[in-house]
């Protein structure tokens, strides 16, 4: 029997498309009177163990210029292929943790979004691309999880995106065929490894772009840090651009991608505390509580639904559900359809008994953000360092 996961606790879990956040109200919220929880920022904090919710953005380190002031320099091997303004990427997660306004804001601000179809029915994969368009009619990308959804191809490429955006493959999936595929169609292939073995076989395979993820991200993810596994893909696979992801959130994130040699970032954890972001606002809440050590690398949210990750571990919050679990999956693998039972049960009065994927990277955020600000801070930010701080350590050698 196929178990559907719960919706909005799972990477298979389906949410409405750009739904409203609507769990605020579970939590404990003081409204600052002039700003509107979930739009212009909520700052959560930890009191005496109990998650409150303040409405009320938390001085940013970095202020990002408007829009129109934010003229994008940061010029990479990857913005000139993709014919993007920023390299910046909104990761595509699948089952409804992305959106058609996410991608569609994330792309008009110059990044990159890249709709997650993976888990979902393609009339909601449609009705996301068709949202994003009417933001935009800039580059957009569309991701499949090549293990669970390879034969979802065909339908992902009839939507046109400008990237189609793969990742953990099985080892017999014919990677050269399936971005083919892709190229024959003119569209460009963004394919993401946890390790430089994935990293070799996927530019082989004629991959355009390859996305090195650290360990420390949220979702499904491998078994090295960041800083590791993006030098090592650059070495082994240039010219081919490379992406870095894990942990990443902003400005400093980037600048240090680009010293490592990477072209871009892809980031997921951020992106999902935005506005834009189609997931509750306890789970946006739960991201910007994190101080980044409440995640843990476990295999429970696979054996609750049944699903067999190849050579992955999921990064997940460390929920009481999560922990009640660790250690235990024969007997969860056993009970799973009683377990759902509970969990959707709770979900609805306890936000903080479930699953909910985020990364180390929760750890740097702070705020609530309309996405197209996430990305213009990211680029001004990095713009900043490599201009100003980096070039002042500079010293004549005397
Ligand atoms: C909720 C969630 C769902 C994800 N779903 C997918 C997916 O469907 N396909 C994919 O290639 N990556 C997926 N990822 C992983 C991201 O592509 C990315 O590698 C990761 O989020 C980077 O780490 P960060 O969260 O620290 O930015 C997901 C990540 C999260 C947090």
């Excluded at 904090?45 to 320099?73: I, K, S, W």
Aim: hydrophobic content about 40%.
């Amino acid at each position: 029997m196929r178990i559907e996961p719960p919706k909005h606790v799972h990477e298979g879990g389906a949410m409405q498309a750009d739904a409203a956040p609507r769990r605020l109200a579970d939590l404990n919220v003081e409204e600052d009177p002039g700003t509107t929880p979930g739009h212009d920022g909520v700052h959560v904090v930890l009191d005496d163990g109990q998650m409150r919710v303040r409405a009320r953005r938390q001085a940013p380190t970095f202020e990002p210029p408007g829009g129109e002031e934010c003229v994008g320099v940061i010029r990479t091997p990857f913005t000139e292929l993709i014919g993007i303004e920023h390299p910046v990427v909104c990761a595509g997660m699948g089952g409804g943790h992305t959106g058609g306004a996410l991608v569609g804001r994330v792309s008009e601000a110059g990044g990159l979004g890249v709709i997650g179809a993976s888990f979902l029915p393609p009339q909601e994969v449609e009705s996301m691309v068709r949202r994003a368009r009417e933001i935009t009619s800039k580059p957009i990308g569309i991701n499949l999880l090549l293990h669970a959804t390879q034969d979802r191809l065909d339908e992902v490429l009839d939507l046109e995106p400008v990237v189609l955006s793969t990742a953990w493959p099985r080892d017999d999936q014919d990677l050269a065929a399936i971005f083919a595929k892709a190229h024959e169609r003119g569209i460009r292939v963004m394919h993401m490894v946890p390790r430089v073995e994935d990293g070799v076989r996927a530019a082989e395979a004629g991959a355009d772009v390859i996305v090195a993820q650290g360990n420390e991200g949220g979702g499904h993810v491998g078994e090295i840090g960041t800083t590791v596994i993006v030098r090592q893909v650059v070495k082994s696979v240039a010219p081919i651009p490379v992406l870095a992801a894990g942990g990443l959130v902003d400005g400093a994130g980037l600048a240090a991608a680009l010293a490592l040699g990477a072209d871009g970032v892809l980031l997921g954890t951020r992106f999902l505390a935005t506005d834009e972001a189609p997931v509750e606002a306890a789970y946006k809440g739960a991201i910007v509580a994190s101080r980044g050590d409440d995640t843990i690398v476990t295999t429970v949210a696979d054996t609750l639904s049944g699903r067999d990750w190849p050579g992955a571990w999921s990064r997940v919050r460390r929920t009481r559900f999560i922990e009640e679990w660790l250690g235990r999956e024969p007997e969860l693998r056993r009970r799973r359809d009683a377990v759902w039972a509970v969990l959707e049960a709770a979900e609805e009065s306890d936000p903080d008994y479930g699953v909910m994927w985020i990364g180390q990277s929760a750890g740097l955020v702070d705020s609530i953000l309309p996405a197209g600000d996430v990305v213009r801070g990211i680029v001004a930010e990095a713009e900043e360092i490599l201009r100003s701080r980096l070039p002042a350590l500079l010293r004549e050698r005397s």
